[in-house]
């Protein structure tokens, strides 16, 4: 198997849906809220049990075993799996492949966000920790350096993650984000190089080593 994240969460997710969909069709399960979630906790913990998938995410599954045994059908691992699906669904090309991410997507998102009336500032060096006050209008930080190095500089392409620092509505972020084919992956949601700041990731290509924020219900449909 192929130890991509991003592939191998896909699988997870394709591979219960579909098993509890059979489940459904023999009867061996009701189609009730709580049958299913029923279902889906124990579904995570056979197949940790089984090692069926790659280890890349055995920690998603693990944390998933210990939120369906204390939260019960409260855990909503149902609906997580079917955003998994679509979220991934709306970053892939026609040949179900994780799109490359280019400085355009990025430009675009940093116009909007200052559209929107966000603080966007990416002309800094963020070589010791910073301070920004900015009277309580959303923020968001990018090192100078770090952009620069992340970028190719002839297909104008990432090849590197980019942090993104972050301090207000970051719903509208990840929306306006994933809009431009981004998916932002949260490394911390305060304490980070930037005071009061949370950091979030781009990856290339959106390959991030863990599960990204999914947007909003309303924009989780694939791209047409």
């Not at 979220?87 to 929107?116: G, I, M, N």
């Not at 080593?209 to 694939?222: A, G, I, K, Q, V």
Request: proline share 4%; net charge positive; aromatic share 8%.
């Amino acid at each position: 198997m192929n130890d991509d994240f991003a592939k191998a969460i896909t699988l997870v997710a394709e591979t219960a849906l579909l098993e509890l969909e059979q489940a459904c069709q023999q009867g061996g399960v009701s189609r009730t809220p709580v049958n299913e979630a029923h279902y889906i906790n124990a579904w995570v913990t056979k197949a940790i049990k089984l090692q069926r998938f790659p280890h890349c995410v055995a920690k998603t599954l693990l944390n998933w075993q210990q939120q369906g045994r204390s939260l019960g059908k409260k855990a909503d691992i149902l609906p997580i799996l079917k955003r998994i699906l679509a979220t991934y669904a709306h970053v892939r090309d026609s040949q179900h492949q994780l799109v490359k991410v280019y400085e355009p997507q990025l430009q675009t998102l940093l116009e909007q966000l200052t559209e929107a009336n966000w603080n966007v500032i990416d002309q800094v060096e963020l070589a010791r920790k910073m301070k920004l006050n900015s009277n309580g209008q959303d923020s968001l930080i990018i090192c100078a350096k770090q952009y620069a190095d992340a970028i190719n500089e002839t297909e104008r392409r990432l090849i590197r993650p980019l942090s993104l620092y972050v301090r207000g509505d970051v719903t509208q972020l990840v929306d306006l984000a994933y809009q431009q084919q981004l998916l932002l992956f949260k490394k911390t949601d305060y304490k980070s190089k930037v005071k009061f700041h949370g950091e979030y990731l781009i990856f290339p290509s959106n390959k991030g080593d863990f599960l990204p924020e999914f947007p909003n219900e309303m924009l989780t449909s694939p791209a047409a």
